[in-house]
């Protein structure tokens, strides 16, 4: 089964040249391709333009342990933030840590927006947030990749955000299914291998 989806760009997602390595589960390495920028095809994109802007986005399945650990980093921000607003201001009644307060709390929106869409479901055949999935190219070579959040993506660790454009190709696949992604150089194919949770 190929799927496909049309999402946005993740504008940090770095481009890297050379042809990192990493260690997968298995303790095999294996060497990782360059991760280009690019899109995930969709059958349908006059459709996924049509949509309201106040059509919720779509459901982000991910394992409950990645779930309850963003629940608590959340937590400990606004925690945080809590403690700096009571400190906010100096002698001289001058805000203190805005730059601090600032960055905390970007943490913060970025990890409710993400807590927001996501659904916990059942460790299952799926890939979902926490998964690790072995995939086979067109080459026949294979590569491994962790679906984390944006903020935990490390390209050339074979860690992928779930919105860019391997990992939202990826999510929801299951052993067997082709995942298209386009790239600058041309679509390339991923056959999902393996899908191992935890």
């Known amino acids: ?12 997602l770095p481009r890297t040249t050379s042809q990192p390595t990493h260690l997968c589960p298995d303790g095999a390495n ?46 400990e921000i606004e925690a945080i933030l809590s403690k700096l607003r009571a400190d906010s201001l100096d002698e001289d009644g001058e805000p203190r840590h805005v730059a601090e307060h600032a960055v905390l709390k970007a943490q913060a929106a970025s990890l409710r927006a993400i807590i927001d869409v996501a659904e916990v479901v059942p460790i299952g ?43 939202a190709a990826l999510l929801g696949d299951e052993v067997g299914d082709v995942a298209v992604v386009a790239t600058p150089r041309g679509d390339r194919r991923l056959r999902v291998m393996v899908v191992r949770h935890g």
């Open 1 to 12: 089964m190929i799927r496909s989806y049309v999402i946005p760009l993740l504008t940090g």
């Open 125 to 167: 055949s799926r890939v979902i947030v926490g998964s690790t999935v072995h995939v086979r190219t067109e080459d026949q070579s294979i590569e491994c990749y962790e679906i984390v959040i944006p903020t935990e993506a490390d390209p050339a660790a074979g860690k992928v955000s779930f919105d860019s454009p391997i990992g």
């Open 30 to 75: 294996r060497s990782v391709r360059s991760l280009e920028r690019g899109t995930v095809m969709s059958s349908q994109p006059r459709e996924a333009a049509r949509q309201d802007v106040t059509t919720p986005p779509r459901p982000v399945p991910m394992q409950a342990q990645v779930y309850v650990r963003l629940r608590h980093r959340l937590r």
